[in-house]
């Protein structure tokens, strides 16, 4: 049974950090692109991280810098390190692969106060 479980959100001031880790489970892990989604309230679901399976990361403009996408392909699992962080990140954090292999999980909810 495919699984994805993301973990590591809270509550954090303006300028700080967290890590969020992404684990899946029943799906080809190592043979796919994965990537770091967010969602705000009224607004659309946006991509703010992806990495190869080659560990090769790209990054929008609005996170650059500040966000760093790791995985590690013996444990399935997929990390976001968030540093400086804005109030304008808050949102929940998903992952899943580029297509349509997995569903979204129930996401991790990150909120930066001012």
């Known amino acids: 049974q495919v699984q994805v479980v993301e973990s590591g959100g809270g509550l954090v001031q303006t300028g700080g950090s967290l890590r969020l880790s992404c684990v899946v489970s029943g799906f080809p892990f190592s043979r796919y692109s994965m990537g770091w989604y967010r969602q705000a309230p009224g607004e659309e679901r946006e991509l703010v991280a992806v990495?190869?399976?080659?560990?090769?990361?790209n990054y929008p403009d609005f996170v650059k810098g500040r966000f760093t996408i790791s995985r590690d392909n013996a444990n399935n699992t997929v990390s976001l390190q968030m540093n400086s962080l804005k109030p304008e990140d808050t949102a929940v954090y998903y992952c899943?692969?580029?297509?349509?292999?997995?569903?979204w999980g129930q996401g991790t909810q990150v909120t930066v106060s001012s």
């Open positions: 990495i190869t399976p080659g560990h090769t990361s």
């Open positions: 899943k692969d580029l297509g349509t292999k997995l569903t």
